[in-house]
Every structure is written in structure tokens, then in C-alpha cells.
């Protein structure tokens, strides 16, 4: 690391309060060669009526669960995850983003957004102020609209956060006391925008960060959907600092039904989201974590990568598709800058509108088209011509059909 960071400054009271579950804390033992334990109430597995697993994969083979590996995803199991996925997300890290720091930490959660909210549990205090980008994803925005913070909007455009902007609010910021701390940012994709910034605007932006000792909470479910090659490195990849949380997903390029995600980081700060998870949740579910764990050791880093340039394909492929209906049936009617990674497009409706929001829930609706306005994701709530729309699920005449309604609703305004 280029400098000793001061965790301690970013923790809440609240979460420096926390401390391990007494029974929790008692798991790391329990394989100890000789040790009886009299400790944690776990079922006995002579009760479960499961005795093994076997799961087809879409290309016909058959995947065996470890009978091991499978008798311990059915009973409670370490916090952080199952080794046999851990280990290999942590080798996934280092093979894909190399951090210059090697002592990182890595915990599984329910979803990358599992964890996400319990890392801004830890740093939120009453009345301290957040930054995160705008617009930004719906889920954290009204998440962090129930907690007792304020939201400051970074500005962006079509790459993504604008250094000026987020250097403006830091160095205009009157009381260096209350001077925001955090910045949250999905930087690959970005949903809503589908964005992705550049690596000089990611070098330009942890730069700032490090001048205001910012701690960077990377949020990053697309990164792996992106449409170029080689991949725009992460924030994680240039943090020399240790000043970065990195969230991953699995939801995107395995499973959204598995629901398992991972928190990449300082080990002081993976620690106290840990916790939280020990009093909480107590830990992500063992069965899938034992299906992801089984078919990525399966794969090997070889297999994943090649199964991820597969979905990116995927998607690229429909990402060209719904522009071609674009330029054909919104031409005039909307704008948008074509997004480089995940599945969606943020469209800047024109003829006059200001507001999307009663134009997509009411007259789209009732033309049988959905879509989200787009003062979901603008964390003031102010009004917005945007609307995001997404192409992940859509055939392609399905896409035409739609875009056409969406232009005969703008048009009829």
C-alpha cells in the first residue's frame, strides 16, 4: 500500500459497537483434529431427508455435488462462505484485478446487494453525508432514502462520473468535518445508464479520492458483460490505497435465482460487514453456494472465462439488435449514448418532455409497454425526461414492437 489507511475514521459507532456472535465465533474450531464440540446448537444431519445432489447443465452433462461439500451446504456453515468457493473467488480476484494489495478479505452475501447495505450500515453515522452518482441504481437509492443520511449527487455523462464535479463538491465543501467520506459508484454498465467509464477517468477519480481520503465502494454486477476486450480495468485493480470495496454477482452470468454475491476488500472492513451478516442473516445458503462452488472449480479460471465471454457475446448481440430498432422508431423522439457493457439503455425522451414519470407509468402502460421513468434512479427526486429501458429479456421483434409504442406515446404528448 502507498500509505496506512485510518479505517477507523469511515466506521460507524453503531458498527464499531457490533462484536462476533459468541457462537459464530466457536465454527473455526469445530474441524480441529480431536475437538468435541458441545458449542453451537447445529441440527443433527441425520434428520435431513437430502442425500445427494446432481444438477444437469444446459449442455447435457452432469454436475455431482461432493457428497462432503453437499452435507455441508445443508448444515450452518462459516459466515464469510464455503472454502471451496471462496478460495476460488479469491483466486478469480487476483487473476482478473491483481490488486496491488494481496491481503484482501472475501465474504459471500445474498446477493451482491446483501452486502452493499450492510457495508453502508457501517458507515453510515446520523446526519453524515454519501456520494453517489447521478442518476444511480434504484435499489441503493431508496435503500439509503430510510437511512439517516444525506444523498450528495456526483454529476455524469456519457462516461460515467465527471472528475470536475466530484473534485467541486470535496474541495467547495465548507465544513471539512462533515465533508463527505464515501463515494458509491457502479462504474462497468451502470444501470441506469449502462455507462462505463474509462480507465483515465477511473485513474482520475481515485486520484481525487486519495487527495480527500474517500473510500470508494465499488459496485460492480456488469463487469463481466462488457462488450470490449480487453476489459476497462476496475477501481480495484489500481488501489494501491486499500481504500476500495469491490461487489461482485453472480446473478448476471450464473444464476439471479442463486442469489450469491461477494465483497472484495480490506480485511478491517470485510470484517465488520461479516459481523453484521453473524447477527443478521448468519450466512448466504449452502446449496448454492455449493452448485456455484462445484461448477466453478469444475471450469477452473480457463472455463469461467470462457463461459463470460460467451454471455458478453450474448448480450452485445442484443444490445446491436435493440439499437438498430432504436435508430429505426425513436429517431427524433429520443437520444442515448450506446452503452458498452450490461443490458441497458437510458433514453432522454424529447418532444418538449421534462417529466417521464406519468408519460411511462400511464400512457406507455396503457400502449402496453414497460419501462422504468427515470426519477427512480435521480437521488433528489427531482423530475427527469430520462427513462431506462432495458434489452436482456426481449426478442427482437418484441424490441421493434415496443419502441414503436414508446414513439407513439412521445409523439402523442
Same mark, same amino acid.
Given at each position: 500500500?502507498?500509505?496506512?489507511?485510518?479505517?477507523?475514521? =469511515?466506521?460507524?459507532?453503531?458498527?464499531?459497537?457490533?462484536?462476533?456472535?459468541?457462537?459464530?465465533?466457536?465454527?473455526?474450531?469445530?474441524?480441529?483434529?480431536?475437538?468435541? +464440540?458441545?458449542?453451537?446448537?447445529?441440527?443433527?444431519?441425520? !434428520? =435431513?431427508?437430502?442425500?445427494?445432489?446432481?444438477? !444437469?447443465?444446459?449442455?447435457?452433462?452432469?454436475?455431482?455435488?461432493?457428497?462432503? @461439500? =453437499?452435507?455441508?451446504?445443508?448444515?450452518?456453515?462459516?459466515?464469510?462462505?464455503? %472454502?471451496?468457493?471462496? &478460495?476460488? @473467488?479469491?483466486?478469480?480476484?487476483?487473476?482478473?484485478? &491483481?490488486?496491488?494489495?494481496?491481503?484482501?478479505?472475501?465474504?459471500?452475501?445474498?446477493? +451482491?446487494?446483501?452486502?452493499?447495505?450492510?457495508?453502508?450500515?457501517?458507515?453510515?453515522?446520523?446526519?453524515?453525508?454519501?456520494?453517489?452518482?447521478?442518476?444511480?441504481?434504484?435499489?441503493?437509492?431508496?435503500? #439509503?432514502?430510510?437511512? %439517516?443520511?444525506? #444523498?450528495?449527487?456526483?454529476?455524469?455523462?456519457?462516461?460515467?462520473?465527471? %472528475?470536475?464535479?466530484?473534485? +467541486?463538491?470535496?474541495?467547495?465543501?465548507?465544513?471539512?468535518?462533515?465533508?463527505?467520506?464515501?463515494?458509491?459508484?457502479?462504474?462497468?454498465?451502470?444501470?441506469?445508464?449502462?455507462?462505463?467509464? +474509462?480507465?483515465?477517468?477511473?485513474?482520475?477519480?481515485?486520484?481525487?479520492?486519495?487527495?480527500?481520503?474517500?473510500?470508494?465502494?465499488?459496485?460492480?454486477?456488469?463487469?463481466?458483460?462488457?462488450?470490449?476486450?480487453?476489459?476497462?480495468?476496475?477501481?480495484?485493480?489500481?488501489?494501491?490505497?486499500?481504500?476500495? #470495496?469491490?461487489?461482485?454477482?453472480?446473478?448476471?452470468? @450464473?444464476?439471479?435465482?442463486?442469489?450469491?454475491?461477494?465483497? !472484495?476488500? %480490506?480485511?478491517?472492513?470485510?470484517?465488520?460487514?461479516?459481523?453484521?451478516?453473524?447477527?443478521?442473516?448468519?450466512?448466504?445458503?449452502?446449496?448454492?453456494?455449493?452448485?456455484?462452488?462445484?461448477? @466453478? &472449480?469444475?471450469?477452473?479460471?480457463?472455463?469461467?472465462?470462457?463461459?463470460?465471454?460467451?454471455?458478453?457475446? /450474448?448480450?452485445?448481440?442484443?444490445?446491436?439488435?435493440?439499437?438498430?430498432?432504436?435508430?429505426?422508431?425513436? *429517431?427524433?423522439?429520443?437520444?442515448?449514448?450506446?452503452?458498452?457493457?450490461?443490458? /441497458?439503455?437510458?433514453?432522454?425522451?424529447?418532444?418538449?418532455?421534462?417529466?417521464?414519470?406519468?408519460?411511462? !407509468?400511464?400512457?406507455?402502460?396503457?400502449?402496453?409497454?414497460?419501462?422504468?421513468?427515470?426519477?427512480? =434512479?435521480?437521488?433528489?427526486?427531482?423530475?427527469?425526461?430520462?427513462?431506462?429501458?432495458?434489452?436482456?429479456?426481449?426478442?427482437?421483434?418484441?424490441?421493434?414492437?415496443?419502441? *414503436?409504442?414508446?414513439?407513439?406515446?412521445?409523439?402523442?404528448?
Amino acid at each position: 500500500m502507498s500509505k496506512t489507511m485510518d479505517y477507523s475514521k =469511515f466506521i460507524s459507532a453503531r458498527s464499531q459497537a457490533r462484536s462476533p456472535s459468541a457462537i459464530r465465533a466457536l465454527m473455526k474450531y469445530l474441524d480441529a483434529p480431536g475437538m468435541i +464440540s458441545l458449542g453451537a446448537g447445529a441440527p443433527n444431519k441425520a !434428520t =435431513f431427508p437430502f442425500a445427494s445432489m446432481q444438477v !444437469t447443465l444446459k449442455d447435457g452433462s452432469q454436475l455431482s455435488i461432493d457428497q462432503q @461439500l =453437499f452435507e455441508s451446504s445443508l448444515q450452518y456453515s462459516a459466515t464469510p462462505g464455503l %472454502p471451496q468457493l471462496t &478460495n476460488f @473467488l479469491r483466486e478469480l480476484q487476483l487473476a482478473e484485478h &491483481n490488486p496491488p494489495h494481496k491481503d484482501f478479505s472475501v465474504s459471500i452475501g445474498v446477493g +451482491s446487494q446483501d452486502l452493499i447495505a450492510k457495508a453502508f450500515e457501517m458507515v453510515i453515522e446520523p446526519g453524515c453525508n454519501i456520494m453517489l452518482e447521478n442518476p444511480s441504481y434504484t435499489g441503493i437509492v431508496s435503500f #439509503l432514502h430510510t437511512q %439517516p443520511c444525506n #444523498l450528495v449527487s456526483v454529476s455524469t455523462d456519457a462516461e460515467g462520473i465527471m %472528475p470536475q464535479s466530484l473534485e +467541486s463538491i470535496l474541495k467547495n465543501w465548507e465544513d471539512v468535518a462533515t465533508r463527505p467520506k464515501v463515494l458509491y459508484t457502479i462504474p462497468t454498465g451502470s444501470n441506469p445508464t449502462g455507462v462505463t467509464v +474509462s480507465l483515465e477517468r477511473k485513474k482520475a477519480i481515485y486520484k481525487i479520492c486519495q487527495e480527500y481520503d474517500i473510500l470508494i465502494m465499488e459496485d460492480d454486477p456488469y463487469y463481466f458483460l462488457q462488450f470490449c476486450n480487453p476489459r476497462v480495468p476496475s477501481f480495484y485493480s489500481m488501489d494501491v490505497d486499500g481504500r476500495v #470495496l469491490r461487489f461482485d454477482s453472480l446473478s448476471k452470468i @450464473l444464476s439471479a435465482g442463486l442469489r450469491l454475491g461477494w465483497v !472484495t476488500g %480490506p480485511k478491517e472492513l470485510v470484517d465488520r460487514i461479516i459481523m453484521h451478516t453473524m447477527v443478521t442473516n448468519l450466512q448466504a445458503s449452502g446449496v448454492p453456494q455449493a452448485m456455484a462452488a462445484t461448477l @466453478l &472449480n469444475q471450469w477452473g479460471l480457463e472455463g469461467f472465462f470462457k463461459h463470460i465471454d460467451s454471455v458478453g457475446e /450474448f448480450y452485445r448481440e442484443k444490445r446491436d439488435v435493440f439499437l438498430e430498432c432504436a435508430e429505426r422508431r425513436l *429517431k427524433g423522439y429520443a437520444e442515448w449514448t450506446v452503452p458498452q457493457a450490461g443490458m /441497458f439503455v437510458w433514453l432522454k425522451l424529447l418532444n418538449g418532455i421534462t417529466d417521464s414519470n406519468k408519460l411511462i !407509468t400511464s400512457a406507455a402502460i396503457e400502449k402496453k409497454v414497460l419501462a422504468v421513468p427515470g426519477v427512480a =434512479f435521480v437521488p433528489s427526486g427531482e423530475p427527469t425526461p430520462y427513462v431506462r429501458v432495458s434489452f436482456s429479456n426481449v426478442t427482437p421483434e418484441n424490441m421493434d414492437e415496443a419502441l *414503436k409504442r414508446l414513439a407513439e406515446v412521445v409523439q402523442e404528448q
